[in-house]
Nanobody, 111 residues
Framework: QVQLVESGGGLVQAGGSLRLSCAAS????????MGWYRQAPGKQRELVAV???????NYADSVKGRFTISRDNAKNTVYLQMNGLKPEDTADYYC?????WGQGTQVTVSS
């Protein structure tokens, strides 16, 4: 019943920005976890950013200072603002809310 629909991925040049969105449809009784993961070709999936119930945030060292996770509870949407993109940010990005996963959105950063 619950679906997470991602959008905002695409091709961008190094130094550019993208904003990923993840909108949840269906009923989620309580949100215990909201975060973004990414997986680059040949690499393990890594946790990129997490936002806690109180609004606290945590980031992977590789994106700290460049990425910002935020949410709009009224819209059941979580965002990932990505600035200063680097080629090594190229990956498939997945949002996660509780046990639900988005379909993934591809981010490609060219040099």
């Amino acid at each position: 019943q619950v679906q997470l629909v991602e959008s905002g991925g695409g091709l961008v040049q190094a130094g550019g920005s993208l904003r990923l969105s993840c909108a949840a449809s269906g009923f989620i009784f309580r949100i215990n976890f909201m975060g973004w993961y990414r997986q680059a070709p040949g690499k393990q999936r890594e946790l990129v950013a997490v936002i806690g119930s109180g609004g606290s945030t945590n980031y992977a060292d590789s994106v700290k200072g460049r990425f910002t996770i935020s949410r709009d509870n009224a819209k059941n949407t979580v965002y990932l603002q990505m600035n200063g993109l680097k080629p090594e940010d190229t990956a498939d990005y997945y949002c996660c809310i509780n046990a639900y996963w988005g379909q993934g959105t591809q981010v490609t950063v060219s040099s």
